[in-house]
């Protein structure tokens, strides 16, 4: 009486074409509530800009795009910067290789806040080389600066990592922190699999001595 | 084509018609018939019969198409005798076909019953679909009744996923949402497989779908995954895979799709809301718990508890490693699906069998989560085969109840397999309730009280027989049971006795019809003590106030006769004029029971007044009536009765007796009264004597009243 459909639905449900594996980088977008994750995300992924605020949950987007000359897809996971959503954090930083932590130059405590999510992102990643871009975006509105080039700098040189400043609104360096994340992701994968040439090719081929025995 | 060719075809014609006619009908209507003879002999060849007919000769032919016809009309003529014959046997048959009607009509009941089954059974296959719809309105009521609903959710798991029994047996969980999902390849977005997820309160089960199952077990169980271990992210952007979301379980991350932008929106809200309900319920815990540990701190407890409890764990787990070989074999993994064939198929027996085989079989196997599992599966079924089986029992207006006791037999036979005895028992005596409603409306009210309560025990009390022995055959050891059925019996006799008392004591009956009636339902009821069964005191004790009323109704009407008629007496003898019309008088009287033939003078006279010779003839049927109804509780009553009326009479008499009027008739009174007072009451003396009773006292004394009246009037002046 019930197989009928089954089967029907069965034949719908084609399995997996293999299409040729892509490289994928994963970037993490951090930050206190407000200060343009998603914009500079939707400015990147469609080039426009939003002037609404809606605060985000947790969203995730892929594009395909050219890194250096190789096809590559970039997903990208736009946190929550509202404190509400803090302590289920780790559960999304755990699936990121490389992060953008971004602060409003126009909001001084946003830019306290990115040593927590700075800490928080090592804790988790357990990697203190962890592709980590510190961003301060905004940067259209100068008027209201409240944190200086120089402090902003000063915080990036100490953790090691690039400080780059971005307007989501004029598209300013929107495209380059992505890029450069992109490429500090690349770099450190390499790194690991040229690290991994000695032992883990040992073990693959073990491995496929098995398979031939 | 000449004439006698033509003629010839005819003939044949006719000739073979006749044969076949001729072999149906009695041969011996046709045995005189020498034609008829030779048409009908077994080996008859008409062509051959013709060719020999047409050497002949015209003239000859004609004769014989003549004779053929007498005997095609003669044929008919029989075979309408026949018809007649067989009138009974058309009768019988067109019953036949009344009946076959009937169930015909049952059957096609019970068709639609069980197209309205399978849609129920369609619709719950898409219960996954309501739920998203009805989400709300189930967390309301779970927040109601909690342990209600989560029973109901954890069953409706069970019967969807295979292997999930532990995700079930934790107190307190329950099913929030649920809905088919694809899995995507979180790097290629390639579509992997169907999958089902269940959003438990503190929980997200996820199950894998099954192809090729049959039954309601569709889906696999995957993994459980505690909500606050996981993280639930939007997927915007999936290039052309619309409606997407992600699920981050570490170091898991996947990728489902909803059918619908309406159904990932309620995925992601739902779960959103979930996690904070958990999160809060969480934080309560992690309260009460501190609270709890610092007073479990205060009151050291002892550590060695902690260990036994550790142990029984690990001997389940070592258990439930062998567990799944115990339902390994082909016939309990179909079993369920055998299950629902035949509940779907109405074949009560056989599910029964399978329902007392599998608990045979489950019997002997641990107690581990796996068959605790299978064994939540199969009860399910055995609700909803005990559920079946009660509705075959209900009794619904628009069933017929042809065939209705075979049927509740069946159920009745199964539910007791299954141990549901009680409710068997309830609903197999509430069908025949209905059975001997029915069966009772059918009488039709023909006018005589005696012939309609005649019928009314004829259906009354072989069904309340039948029933008896079907309800002991059936609930043979549930001596439980036994009661209900007695109590049962009681009320259906109430109704009964309710119906017996409208048309008895509501119409004009007469006492002679009462008794009869009495009568009827006292013999019926003494047959039922064959099945055990004694309802004879229960029916006095309804009648009792009825029947008191109407004796004491009956004797006040016959007193006030008594002075009636006594004012209007004028102590003459009956004079019938002629012999001819006294002997008719004579053999009137000798049918009520009383020979006055020695009273009879100058052959038209009667030395007894027609007064007199009334309350005789009254009396005595009366007695003989009061005496037809008698039991040792009316035996108050009806003494009384006859006293009082025996004394009205003796008043009567005693009276004309002392008026001067009637000085000169003495003589003639005394010898009514003698008559009366002794020859009647003799006749009284014998009824009882006939009836088995003792003859009271009170009414022997009457018989001394005749002496005191002779010297009473001894006493009065003369004339
Ligand atoms: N002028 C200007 N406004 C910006 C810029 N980036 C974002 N905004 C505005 O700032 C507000 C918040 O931006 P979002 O991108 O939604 O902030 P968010 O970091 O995603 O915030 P959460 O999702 O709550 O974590 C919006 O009204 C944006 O229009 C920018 O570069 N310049
Ligand atoms: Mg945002």
Redesign the pocket.
Known sequence: MFSCWTRRQKANMSKAKATQPQVIHKVIMV??????????TLQFMYDE????????KADSYRKKVVLDGEEVQIDIL?????EDYAAIRDNYFRSGEGFLC?FSITEQESFQATADFREQILRVKNDDNIPFLLVG?????EEKRQVTVDEAQQRAQQWSVPYVE????TRANVDKVFYDLMREIRSRKMEATRQSNGKPKKKKEKRRKCTLL | MDEKDEVRHNVIFVVRTITLQASKASKVAMAQHGLARVLSSQGFDPDNFVSKLCQSGEEELMTMKQKVQMLSDDTAQSLKKNVYKNYSQFIETAKEISILEGEMYQLSHMLTEQKSLMSNMMEMSLVSERAVVEEPVVKEEAEENPEEETRKNLAFLLEKVEGCSSVTEVPGRQLVHNGDLVELDSETFNQIQRVHCFLLNDSLMLASWLPNRRGPVRYRFQGLYELDSLAVVNVRDAGPHKNTFKILMFPDSKIYQADSAKSKRQWLDILEETKKNKAARDKQKKEAAMLLAEQQAAAALSPVEDKKVLTDEDESEALAAMETDFLNADWLQELPEDLDMCIAQRDFEGAVDLVERVNEFLVSCPKVPAVKEFKARIDHRVKQLTEGLMSELQVSPERSLRGGPRAARRAVAQLIRLGKSAQACDLFLKNRSAIIKYNIRQIKFEGATTLYIRCLCGVFFPNLMDTGREFLKAFQEHFGCMSAFVVWAKQELQTFVDTFKRQVFGGKSNMTTIAECIHTVRQSCMELHAIGLDLDCCFEEMLEENLEKYINETREQFVEGIKYRGAEDKWRPMNHLSNKDCNKFLEETSVAGLDLSDLVYDDCFISLTMNTSHFCKTCLSLARDLLSMYTPQLDVLITNTLVEIFAAQVVHMEQTLKLQEFAGERDFIMKNAQYILEVLMGKIEQVYKDKNVDFPPQLEKVNAEYRRLKSLVKTLPAS
């Open positions: 930050g206190s509530g407000g200060v343009g994750k998603s914009a500079l800009f939003v002037e609404d605020y809606e605060p985000t736009d946190t929550a910067g509202q971004v975006n905004k940067a259209d509105l971005t307007s989501a609104k």
